[in-house]
């Protein structure tokens, strides 16, 4: 399973690394951002590094660590489910307005403070 890193403003490719393709996919993922996150940082330490990928980077070692690291921040994907899609109503509501009004694709994003009970 690769994980494809890239730098943000150019969309340069910095590295991948493969990890096993029959693990977890939040196994390890935690660790592994933590370390290149502090690789980053050591070399350029003024620089607000924002972590964004899919749902398994929703772990909880990770997003946790961010909240108490300067300048790191992350956007995940989540799988939806009742909460978070009342949650996101009024964004989706606006998208699709949006969408009838240009008659083209858009994409919007939403913010929210949101932790499972579980």
């Given amino acids: ?7 943000g403003n150019s969309g340069k ?3 991948t690394i493969l990890r096993p393709g029959r693990r977890h996919k939040q196994a390890n993922i935690g660790k592994l951002l933590k370390k290149l996150v502090s690789y980053i940082r050591h070399h350029f330490k003024n620089t607000t ?13 990770f997003m946790d660590w961010c909240e108490t690291e300067n300048h790191a ?6 799988t939806g ?8 109503q ?29």
Avoid: C, W
């Fill in 90 to 118: 009024v964004t989706v509501d606006s998208g699709k307005r949006e969408y009838q009004r240009a008659n083209n694709p858009v994409k919007f994003y939403h913010s929210f403070n949101y932790k499972a009970g579980s």
């Fill in 13 to 15: 490719l910095i590295t």
């Fill in 73 to 78: 921040h992350f956007l995940t994907g989540l």
């Fill in 49 to 61: 590094m924002i972590v964004r990928g899919d749902g398994h980077f929703a772990s909880d070692d």
């Fill in 1 to 7: 399973m690769p994980l494809h890193i890239y730098e």
């Fill in 81 to 88: 489910n009742k909460k978070l899609h009342e949650l996101s």
